[in-house]
């Protein structure tokens, strides 16, 4: 179903590591009227002054390239994730 | 969607057991066992006491889940575990335990490899290095 | 001359136990473990349920010295330890542990099949496979 | 102490695996009134009839070529070792 640009969706963020920790949350559900991932990334940045912090985004546990031109759906999961220190 | 992970560390007695539960495998000739461990690193002159780990477990289980896949396309497996612990990992203790199971042992040891570098590299885990002064330091994978 | 023999197989609880003793090593960050377990191998319609290990053991405890010394100088390692039975070990029991660990991984899996080859090679270890029938067969490496 | 030729030599001789199977026993004291490492490997071939199997000679713990020209000292150790079977 083709949602109209006017239409407002909610999304899932997760934050983690030292992002959660720069956010103060690890969880929220936000909702935004632009459905572009490059610009809901980059709203997450100035909100939270995020810049000067290293991540992947990753689309419903896939990673994406936050700027190539992706579409978000109302209900998708937006992740924040620092640098990976598994092992 | 299975999980992979565990709370706090993984003990050497769990390690025996999982060893235990392949004696009756036999069709397997090598094992190979990778455990991670965690390291009294100085940084800046801070003593690593511990590591806390946290992970977007939901995308972390299905990378896994994927590299297990992948393993046992690439290789030619018998058996294959992967665990890696959450929460507080103290110096000296295991975080992280590959189990690679074959009835020769050609490929093991490329086959550990291949998941360790794998889990390090392209799943969501996170580290928080805690100093002795209980400061702490967001660790990186190099 | 240390001896690297131990009689009958080696148990899941021996392992574990080498692993908890290395917990105190703050050095280390990466452990790799291989281990030779008995295949249940058909050979000419005769099923396998046993090695009898045997060796030349003076000479066989002075190769893995000289094995052990010069891994130590080809690899960057914390620690190497190697076991291996003498004696009857059954189907699905382990009779060869090797156990590798450094600082860092990225050694850790070359070492470990370094002195795996030259053990089965360069070792006078015998091995007479025992068959579900009682005949047996006098196993070669290849 | 350099040893005429011919002094009989007494070497120690082991035999492992299939080989001990064929020979017997595991372990000899036997004299030689030659000192050719390649000649006593020869005489105990015949003597125990080794000639099908396989196996490599050790000297003092040492594998060695037994056709080079060596040469054996009174109370040396010599194997006959199967193929290795570790791991």
């Known amino acids: 179903m083709k949602k109209?640009?006017?239409?407002?969706?909610?999304?899932?963020?997760?934050?983690?590591?030292?992002?959660?920790?720069?956010?103060?949350?690890?969880?929220?559900?936000?909702?935004?009227?632009?459905?572009?991932?490059?610009?809901?990334?980059?709203?997450?940045?100035?909100?939270?002054?995020?810049?000067?912090?290293?991540?992947?985004?990753?689309?419903?546990?896939?990673?994406?390239?936050?700027?190539?031109?992706?579409?978000?759906?109302?209900?998708?999961?937006?992740?924040?994730?620092?640098?990976?220190?598994?092992? | 969607m299975k999980n992979f992970f565990l709370n706090g560390p993984i003990s050497p007695d769990f390690i025996s057991n999982s060893i235990y539960k392949h004696q009756i495998k036999h069709n397997i000739g090598a094992h190979n066992i990778f455990l991670g461990q965690v390291r009294k690193d100085t940084i800046k002159s801070n003593v690593v006491s511990a590591i806390e780990y946290s992970a977007y477990e939901e995308m972390a289980n299905k990378k896994i889940t994927d590299i297990r896949e992948s393993t046992f396309e690439k290789f030619d497996l018998t058996c294959l575990h992967i665990y890696h612990s959450l929460g507080v990992v103290e110096v000296g203790q295991i975080g992280f335990f590959v189990f690679v199971s074959s009835s020769r042992r050609k490929n093991v040891y490329d086959?550990?490899?291949?998941?360790?570098?794998?889990?390090?590299?392209?799943?969501?885990?996170?580290?928080?290095?805690?100093?002795?002064?209980?400061?702490?330091?967001?660790k990186v994978n190099k």
Do not use: C, R
């Open chain 2, 111 to 138: 086959a550990t490899k291949f998941i360790v570098d794998m889990i390090k590299n392209t799943v969501p885990i996170f580290g928080k290095e805690i100093f002795e002064n209980n400061e702490y330091n967001w």
């Open chain 1, 4 to 87: 109209e640009l006017t239409d407002n969706i909610f999304v899932n963020i997760k934050y983690f590591g030292v992002i959660a920790e720069k956010t103060n949350l690890e969880i929220e559900k936000t909702s935004f009227d632009f459905n572009q991932l490059s610009k809901i990334v980059e709203s997450i940045k100035n909100k939270y002054d995020l810049h000067q912090l290293s991540f992947q985004i990753s689309l419903n546990l896939n990673l994406v390239n936050s700027e190539d031109s992706i579409i978000v759906n109302d209900g998708d999961e937006i992740a924040f994730l620092p640098p990976f220190a598994g092992g």
